[in-house]
């Protein structure tokens, strides 16, 4: 029997690093105590992993300061932080057909509760986004402009840098969702002029589920409302919110053996280095992209194979339903893909595959070998055999 293919890196990776198991392990057996609640040993130590993680991804996006980071539960945590902590009635907003319904749903809920405008810019056949479009979107009550740096439909890495150049003509702020490309794509968030930027820490950071964060920069942080109050270890003797950082944003309890596992996610980054990471799951992609090429009743979405693009491959098998072929991938080969919409319905719209029902993902980390991509093209080969149709 063949070890099971694990092709859901987009969702959340797997496997870890061993690092961050044995960091999990080790805060939940050898420390366990809350942070910044306490002065005994166990309690320091607990809010000095939350700074080794906060720090590790500072360096990580290029902040400049730690403190720039909050932590959150997830990618969509810090971008409803993000939205709803923006926003306010009579705003307008430009985004993407591209997005995902963490920033989708959010601004629905904006649009309904707080009378906020959303202009959605188009995308081309392959899911890019045109700078230029984005800045004839801008309005003079335009607040945000919110966009995706890397698709988890299509992998088209998004020109966020003419973009951040073209929002900063304008007033209003720049929010990236970097869900697909932290840990993937070397990152800037200051040359590339992002005053939000909002992932999870558990798909290409490579940390466990349950962690995300949110970078704030300075100029924003006024601006920005929390959506929850609460305890903070700090100001105690007040019943106000602390306006400093990270504290105006982290009430409660953190999620400490997560972000245990997020600082050794970070330094192993730093070990493996991201640009490295990048070129080998680029070169993974390339073999898998050419390789689904050859076949005929398959259909690829996307930038094509040597563009920027990422590790995340979305296709169509002409006559089956996307789910029947994940269905099959897993049951008859174990591999483990991803089929639908991939909560971007927008996007399937502007693609023209909604109404098949969306497409059948492959998305890789960098865990995933070379071996592991034939045995998918293997399979891919062996399910085509059976369709009469060309894609
Ligand atoms: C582009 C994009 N944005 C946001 C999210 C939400 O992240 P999370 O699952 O951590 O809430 C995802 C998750 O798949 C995503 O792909």
């Not at 720049?174 to 820490?201: K, R």
């Not at 050794?264 to 898998?288: K, P, W, Y």
């Not at 563009?307 to 049951?331: E, H, K, M």
């Amino acid at each position: 029997m063949t070890s099971p293919i694990y092709f859901d890196n987009a969702a959340t990776s797997w496997p870890k690093p061993e690092s961050v198991y044995a960091a999990v392990d080790h805060y939940q057996r050898k420390i366990g105590a809350p942070a910044g609640r306490g002065g005994y040993q166990a309690a320091l130590a607990a809010g000095q992993l939350i700074e080794r993680a906060r720090a590790g991804v500072a360096r990580l996006i290029g902040a400049n300061q730690p403190e720039q980071i909050v932590f959150t539960s997830n990618g969509t945590d810090a971008l409803n932080l993000a939205i709803h902590g923006i926003l306010r009635p009579g705003d307008h907003v430009v985004t993407t057909v591209c997005e995902h319904n963490s920033v989708l749903r959010p601004l629905r809920a904006c649009a309904e509760d707080r009378n906020v405008s959303v202009t959605y810019v188009s995308c081309d056949n392959d899911g890019l986004v045109s700078a230029a479009e984005v800045q004839a979107a801008l309005q003079p009550n335009t607040r945000l402009v919110a966009v995706l740096h890397g698709s988890n439909v299509t992998g088209a890495v998004q020109p966020i840098e003419k973009i951040g150049q073209a929002v900063h003509s304008h007033p209003a702020m720049f929010l990236v969702d970097a869900a697909q490309t932290v840990g993937h794509l070397p990152l800037d968030v200051q040359s590339l002029q992002i005053d939000l930027l909002a992932a999870p820490a558990h798909k290409g950071l490579l940390g466990p589920l349950g962690t995300g964060f949110l970078y704030i920069h300075p100029t924003v942080q006024q601006q920005l409302q929390p959506l929850r109050q609460g305890g903070t270890g700090s100001s105690s003797h007040e019943d106000r919110q602390p306006e400093t950082l990270p504290d105006k944003f982290e009430a409660g309890n953190l999620n400490v053996p997560g972000l245990a596992g997020v600082a050794a996610a970070c330094d192993f980054l730093q070990q493996r280095s991201v640009e490295n990471i990048h070129a080998e799951t680029g070169q993974l992609t390339t073999t898998l992209l050419n390789g689904l090429a050859r076949l005929k009743p398959v259909r690829i979405y996307g930038p094509p194979a040597g563009t920027s693009r990422l590790s995340v491959v979305s296709f169509s098998v002409c006559g089956y339903d996307p789910q029947d072929i994940s269905t099959l991938l897993d049951a008859s080969f174990q591999i483990a893909s991803r089929a639908g919409l991939h909560c971007a319905p927008r996007l399937h719209r502007a693609l023209g595959t909604e109404e098949m029902g969306g497409t059948v993902r492959f998305s890789l980390s960098y865990a995933n070998t070379k071996a592991e991509v034939e045995s998918a093209l293997e399979a891919m080969t062996s399910i085509c055999a059976t369709c009469t149709t060309e894609g």
